[in-house]
């Protein structure tokens, strides 16, 4: 099992930045590749970005490419999401998550074994 607690949400206007944490506990999180994830009011969950074990590999959404950024520190159990330039568009609740794979990274929600309870992230105009 890995328990997973995400922080670092808040309002921010429009081209600020934020960055979110989630730190993970239980099983040895290096083994696992972590990704986020958001869902805005009245939409699915979609991906946003991901990254391997070894943090070799990474991964964004098209939506966020060039403005935010994944990364881990494994000694700290934690994985990050620098979020710039942020846009309204960018709003909903974000979720990080923990799959167990060797050295690969997916972006498909059906696939992560483990998830927090979110954050809620909000960028007004």
């Known amino acids: 099992q890995v328990q997973l607690v995400e922080s670092g949400g808040g309002l921010v206007q429009a081209g600020g930045s934020l960055r979110l944490s989630c730190a993970a506990s239980?099983?040895?999180?290096?083994?696992?590749?972590m990704g986020w994830f958001r869902q805005a009011p009245g939409k699915e969950r979609e991906f946003v970005a991901a990254i391997s074990w070894s943090g070799g590999k990474n991964m964004y959404a098209d939506s966020v490419k060039g403005r935010f950024t994944i990364s881990r520190e494994n000694a700290k159990n934690t994985v990050y999401l620098q979020m710039n330039s942020l846009k309204p568009e960018d709003t909903g609740v974000y979720f990080c998550?923990?799959?167990?794979?060797?050295?690969?990274?997916?972006?498909?929600?059906?696939?992560?074994?483990?998830w927090g309870q979110g954050t809620q992230v909000t960028v007004s105009s």
């Open positions: 998550a923990a799959k167990d794979i060797e050295d690969d990274i997916v972006d498909d929600t059906n696939e992560y074994d483990y």
């Open positions: 239980g099983r040895i999180f290096s083994w696992y590749a």
